[in-house]
């Protein structure tokens, strides 16, 4: 698996949930199409009558800050953070969109299709989490264009050098993904970032990386 992949399993599953902020600070999320898929670049169209359209444009630090997320029916999930960039040459884009997705037609028929607007989000971050498996499976790219995707994130825990080997993470951990070592050690791409080691350690060895988990 590598980000290209991981696009193109976005692009077959098609509807995604697209998460925003709104003016408020709120969270907004709702199902949208992914488009067209072209090297490390996922395209979408919204309509500039949308709530949607406004939090992708707005200024500030969350304009157009959107976080992606789809499921495989094999239980393999996709998450993709990066910023949404509005295209230009509008109708080349939209054209295109809808060649590539033909059943656009029946929704926006004619030239109502230029209502909508075309947006990349190019280079983002994205994790590859396979749930399907024993032990689970976990994958983090970092985006292509850092400009693009901001801030990499780094998730989940690490064990430091005040572990004094007890074993006991060992022993809760879910995905028996902590291996023996001074100090021990995470199999990060098996951690589910559950915080059962964390909890445990009586030495409290295990510290949680900079950005948020799920
Ligand atoms: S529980 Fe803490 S001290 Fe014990 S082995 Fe695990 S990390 Fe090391
Ligand atoms: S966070 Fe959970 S899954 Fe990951 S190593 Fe700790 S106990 Fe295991």
Known sequence: MDSR????LLREIKDAAFATVDRWGRPQVR?????????????FVTARGKDFYSQLT???????????TALTRDFEMIRLSGTAKKLGDQKR????????????????PGDSR??????CIAGPEIEYFDL?????????????????GGPIAEKGFSIGSSCV?????????????????TPYRIRQNNCLHCGLCFESCPAGAVTRKAGPSC
């Open 5 to 8: 992949e991981c696009l193109k």
């Open 31 to 43: 199902i949208i199409d992914v488009m067209l898929v072209e090297d490390e670049t996922l395209y």
């Open 58 to 68: 707005a200024g500030g630090p969350a304009g157009g800050a959107v976080a992606v």
């Open 93 to 108: 884009w939209v054209d295109k969109i809808f060649e590539a997705n033909p059943v656009m037609n029946h929704v926006y």
């Open 114 to 119: 230029y209502i909508l607007e075309p947006f």
């Open 132 to 148: 399907g498996c024993s032990p689970i499976r976990r994958e983090t790219y970092a985006a292509a264009d850092p400009s693009c």
């Open 165 to 181: 080997g007890c074993g006991r993470c060992v022993e809760v951990c879910p995905q028996k993904c902590v291996e023996e070592g």
